[in-house]
């Protein structure tokens, strides 16, 4: 191969790193023995061969196409797609952000370790509605959260372990055991399906009536997508944002920071049909939703029409294992489900709890953990 | 090595078209650079834009034996890539005198059974093999599937290694109900199926039901274009084009009209809010938008 051919595909593999694509060695040799077997004349086919063998999310095929117009086709480079945050958003993330780094320095030993704080303390914060906590007894509720996260809904996996008590003959173990008895299977190994945990979706409401639940409730779902695999999360506000990835990373500080960067519109109105149907026809369609639990987590207060909402969740309730309802104005005696939006969900809703307050979480964690489908409300 | 001698695009395209599949450039690149490089594919794209039929495609236009192995959740070694077959094992041991029958021989290649993967890769035979779905699979199974893609060689404890002397051509499908961990990518060349162009579409519809008139599949074509400017539910695929341009045929209609469409909807849209949707609006709407378009 040509010389300037190499130097060209090794020097567009740099260009989509800066761009952000994983572009690695490996990817740029496959890449030149691509070239190597097809017709160079024909862009279409160099243009593939390339997108094939340097990209491999559907996702990025967009960053690609840029890339690759403005590389081999001297096109001008488009901006970005990704849209900034707007400044106010900016703004406020970083004064709350501010705000914590200032508490987390000053006053972090006195408080002590959250789960050794005394019997009443900790039974006084259990109750206090995160809306009124101060950074300092959110700070000390947020390993809590994190503990009670972990409980997961399970199902019954289809792979079996061995296990006496189990409803199969362990074949293998049984064979070579009847060696020994000439063929009489004198001791009965049993396998027994093991148990998994569910599929769980959490979608998240960050519009402003939500933003001192939304806190807490990041937490609760960093701490869920840190116990294992098959947690999704979301956040929505005017529309749908997907935090799975964002939610990866290890400090939940800052999984919460991207969560803000992702939420472009966070603090802003909220669209829950909308946002629910973008979620079905995105993610529904793609199975995400099936046999999964799924918990919505939003005051209910729907901006537009609610008639959308009660469709949606229909649509949902049909794909999941079960739906929960998390409202945190539940939390007040005096709550009636009136709002449009909360009013037509609710028929589609196994489960309706509160989740204002870190007993109230503790009470969804145990939802999850034994869920069944549709409860009674 | 390769499973087959394709020097060009252009001549796998051709052997694909024989094959009654209807390729555009990107799939046939894909499809010919996963034999040349001797990498599995990934393909990704809606329901019902012919991932599956791709593979099956090129099996036949390869002129290779397509072994197709269908990802679920639980997936196993079991299902997957082998089992000893039990029933036969203990019958063996009565058979013998009390005490000749020893474990090596018990687990010897005759009382195995061979699923896809095994079957694909311990063969002499060209193989296309497709794993379908792997979505699907969870992610134990996909680590598991990641060491046999690398080296192509699968170990089980009572017999040894086994290792492929001809690499099958792997193409895997997706959904993605889930992200594929990416060092699956990585050794994969990966391509994004979208819905074909009108004209392809019109190609494919009267490649797959002889006697089809040019004027039905043209319309069938275009309405179901209209249908994926909404916004449906589950948009429908090429699959979908076919079987409702079969219905159609098989009612002996030369051309759609709307009353033809009310009764038929039910083989294009596969969801009740979808074809209420449709029903109410916008029927007529796309009927005459959709003869505008292919000339009626």
């Not at chain 1, 901006?303 to 959308?308: F, H, I, S, Y």
């Not at chain 2, 996963?34 to 991932?51: F, I, M, R, Y």
């Not at chain 2, 992200?179 to 391509?191: G, P």
Request: charged residues 30%.
């Amino acid at each position: 191969m040509a010389d300037a051919v190499v130097r060209h595909v090794v020097t567009f593999g740099r260009v989509l790193r800066e761009v952000g694509l994983e572009v690695g060695p490996g990817r740029v040799a496959d890449a030149l023995r691509a070239l190597d077997a097809v017709d160079l004349e024909r862009q279409e086919d160099v243009y593939f061969s390339l997108r094939q063998t340097l990209v491999c999310r559907q996702d990025e095929l967009d960053l690609f196409d840029r890339a690759f117009n403005a590389w081999f086709l001297r096109a001008p480079v488009l901006p970005p797609l990704r849209t900034a945050p707007s400044p106010v958003a900016q703004q406020r993330v970083g004064e709350s952000l501010a705000d914590r780094a200032r508490d987390d320095g000053e006053r972090d030993d006195e408080l002590g370790d959250p789960l050794e704080l005394g019997a009443s303390g900790h039974e006084l914060l259990r109750e206090k509605d995160f809306a009124e906590m101060t950074p300092a007894e959110y700070r000390r509720v947020k390993r809590l959260i994190a503990a009670i996260a972990e409980n997961r809904p399970l199902r019954s996996s289809r792979r079996r372990s061995s296990d006496p008590r189990g409803d199969r003959l362990d074949m293998r173990r049984l064979i070579r055991r009847s060696l020994r008895t000439g063929g009489d299977p004198v001791e009965r190994p049993f396998r027994a399906r093991k148990r998994v945990a569910r599929k769980l979706v959490v979608l998240c409401d960050v519009s402003g009536s939500m933003d001192a639940y939304a806190r807490a409730l990041v937490l609760f779902l960093h701490a869920a997508v840190g116990s294992g695999p098959g947690v999704e999360a979301f956040a929505f506000g005017t529309r749908l944002s997907r935090l799975t990835a964002e939610l990866g990373t290890r400090d939940p500080e800052s999984a919460l920071e991207k969560c803000t960067e992702a939420v472009t519109d966070w603090g802003s109105g909220t669209r829950i049909g909308a946002s629910l149907k973008e979620f079905n026809d995105v993610y529904g369609k793609r199975a995400l939703s099936r046999g999964a639990v799924v918990v919505i987590v939003s005051d209910g207060w729907e901006r537009q029409d609610p008639a959308l909402v009660g469709r949606e969740m229909a649509r949902l309730a049909r794909a999941a294992y079960a739906v929960v309802w998390v409202n945190p104005l539940k939390g007040n005696p005096e709550y009636q489900p009136l709002a449009g939006g909360m009013r037509a969900a609710l028929p589609f809703v196994d489960r309706f709890l509160p989740g204002h307050n870190l007993r109230s979480l503790e009470e969804l964690a145990a939802v999850l953990a034994g869920i069944e489908r549709r409860h009674a409300a | 090595m390769t499973v087959s001698g394709f020097r060009t695009i252009d001549e796998l395209e051709d052997a694909l078209r024989g094959a009654d599949y209807l390729p555009d450039r990107g799939l046939s690149t894909a499809l010919f650079l996963a034999l040349a490089l001797e990498k599995p594919l990934l393909l990704e794209g809606e329901a019902g834009v012919g991932k599956t039929e791709a593979a099956k495609s090129l099996a036949q236009a390869t002129g290779s034996r397509l072994i197709r192995l269908q990802c679920y959740e639980g997936l196993d070694v079991a299902h997957a890539v082998y089992e000893w077959n039990y029933p036969r094992q203990l019958l063996h041991i009565r058979a013998a005198q009390e005490g000749t029958v020893s474990e090596d021989e018990l687990f010897g290649p005759e009382f195995l059974i061979r699923r896809p993967l095994l079957e694909a890769i311990d063969g002499d035979e060209p193989v296309v093999l497709l794993i379908d779905e792997i979505d699907r699979a969870d992610e134990e199974f996909e680590a598991f599937l990641l060491e046999v893609l690398s080296d192509f060689q699968i170990t089980i404890p009572e017999l040894g290694t086994i290792r492929a002397r001809r690499r099958p051509a792997v193409i895997l499908t997706s959904n993605r109900t889930r992200e594929l961990h990416d060092a699956l990518k990585r050794r994969a060349l990966f391509h994004w199926i979208g819905h074909p162009s009108i004209e392809r579409e019109i190609e494919i519809v009267k490649i797959r039901i002889p006697g089809v008139s040019e004027r039905l599949a043209a319309q069938a074509a275009a309405f179901v274009r209209e249908l994926r400017g909404l916004d449906l539910a589950k948009p429908p695929g090429v699959a979908e084009t076919i079987d409702w341009a079969m219905a159609l045929n098989a009612l002996g209609r030369q051309e759609i009209d709307a009353e033809v469409v009310e009764q038929t909807l039910g083989s294009v849209l596969k969801y009740r809010e979808d074809i209420e949707a449709v029903r109410d609006e916008t029927l007529a709407r796309l009927v005459d938008s959709a003869r505008t378009t292919a000339g009626a």
